[in-house]
């Protein structure tokens, strides 16, 4: 059964543990920053490569959280734990094939990117130490998920407090007191990760005591597969594209420098406080919508849905004037290069013109994937991450974009994007797009009916 169905009790856990994770990135960048701004210059344009795996999959497992939501909302209970198994399988798998990958090629990636020698030994040590982070997460979010459907987001965010608080005593002692560098920072991150799954697991299956079954689990499995896969990979693929198209700009963004690179990710980084509050209003927002969107609560989803788009937009827009504001202060916390600094502050004025678009994009891309209408976020998100892509090279190559002119671009798409994204939701088609009222009822152990 679902917890609650207040918006703000489901909300304010997932923002304080999406805060706690941030925290610890930053908590990280610190440290790299205190080895040298080459180090962070060079960790943050790998952060792309990161990306894809670190977006992608629990992105995918969150199609988990909208079936079983459904499901629950429509009162087809049997389709939920095997959705749950379902979700965790698949997540597990994409966390195994993302470690293996960056594992054998963490030497290459960063001379893929045009790296120096010595940037590109920083990459190559930081990835291979890093790349295990990969197979927890596949399990985490997957049980993640689990937690989520059920509302129990207060959950996640006790456990985000231990690791967090982990994360950071580790890096630090790896750097500080063994001065393993930025193999310590990485192996610090795998191993308060890897205590966070265990966590998960006991939570679902000691304390929500949920078990999963070994005998004919494969049919009930199969059953739910279709919707998971049909929305999950449409789901995984915007982060994916989003990732990889980060990660040719970032080649871009290399050869503009170091200086260049470091104002990048120290402008982008304190963003994140920002980016955090709309994707977790999203994240519970997509449990409510998906239990109404199976019992047909329309009219409670569509008011649901304007309500966190008030609410996104407010913030993000006063969060980014007020980081502008500051931003001497905010970019003083990782370096105290003038140079690094003053185009930094630039950025961020720009930042303050697009965040409002961007918690829009957030708060409807998940909306839509959540009731059913998967398939049009995507392919405008897609549409948009490519085609500014082609934009951008032919602008650099005939005027020799700077790094502004980069966040220029990109503000330009947040904008456009929210605007076609805003149109779709009012459209209402998503009402006719729902999961569960388009399968078979199930009859587990006697066929479908």
């Not at 295990?132 to 596949?138: D, K, L, T």
């Not at 985000?160 to 393993?180: C, E, K, P, Y």
């Not at 897609?382 to 892509?389: L, N, R």
């Not at 220029?408 to 009222?437: P, Q």
Request: hydrophobic residues 55%; without cysteine.
């Amino acid at each position: 059964m679902l917890r609650t169905e207040n918006l703000f009790r489901l909300t304010w856990p997932i923002y304080v543990q999406q805060m706690t994770q941030s925290f610890v990135l930053l908590a990280d960048f610190y440290f790299f920053s205190r080895l040298s701004d080459l180090v962070a210059a060079t960790i943050g344009q790998l952060l792309p490569i990161v990306w894809v795996g670190t977006f992608v999959i629990p992105v995918f497992a969150g199609t988990g959280v909208a079936v079983a939501s459904q499901f629950m909302g429509a009162g087809q209970e049997k389709r939920v734990v095997p959705t749950y198994q379902t979700n965790l399988a698949l997540t597990v798998s994409m966390g195994l094939f993302f470690a293996v990958i960056m594992r054998v090629f963490a030497g290459e990636i960063g001379r893929w990117m045009g790296m120096t020698a010595a940037e590109n030994a920083v990459g190559q040590a930081y990835l291979a130490a890093f790349a295990g982070y990969f197979f927890f997460m596949g399990i985490l979010v997957g049980y993640n998920a689990i937690l989520s459907s059920r509302g129990l987001t207060h959950w996640l965010m006790y456990s985000s407090f231990v690791v967090a608080s982990l994360n950071v005593i580790l890096a630090g002692t790896f750097v500080l007191v063994f001065h393993l560098g930025v193999k310590g920072i990485a192996t610090a991150s795998v191993i308060s990760l890897a205590i966070a799954t265990g966590l998960s697991a006991y939570l679902v299956h000691g304390r929500l005591g949920i078990r999963f079954k070994l005998k004919g689990a494969g049919k009930e499995m199969i059953s739910v597969l279709s919707p998971l896969l049909r929305i999950g990979f449409a789901n995984a693929l915007e982060p994916f594209s989003y990732s990889v198209q980060q990660t040719i700009l970032s080649t871009l963004i290399v050869a503009l420098g170091v200086n260049a690179m470091a104002a990048n990710n120290y402008a982008s980084r304190p963003q994140v406080f920002q980016i955090i509050f709309s994707v977790s209003l999203a994240l519970a927002a997509q449990i409510l919508m998906g239990h109404w969107t199976g019992a047909k609560r329309f009219d409670d989803v569509d008011r649901l849905y304007w309500k966190a788009i008030r609410r996104s937009m407010l913030v993000a827009g006063i969060y980014a004037a007020v980081l502008w504001f500051f931003s001497d202060q905010v970019l003083s916390f990782f370096t105290h290069d003038p140079a690094i600094k003053e185009l930094g502050r630039r950025l961020l004025l720009i930042a303050v013109f697009y965040e409002p678009a961007r918690a829009v994009n957030i708060i409807t891309g998940n909306a839509l994937k959540t009731v059913g209408d998967a398939r049009f976020p995507v392919v405008i998100s897609v549409i948009f991450i490519w085609g500014i892509v082609p934009v951008v090279l032919w602008i650099d190559h005939r005027w020799h974009l700077s790094l502004v002119g980069f966040w220029l671009a990109f503000a330009v798409d947040e904008i456009i994007r929210a605007g076609i994204n805003l149109w779709r939701w009012r459209t209402g088609r998503w009402k006719s797009m729902g999961i569960v009222h388009h399968l078979p009822v199930p009859v587990f152990g006697g066929g479908e009916v």
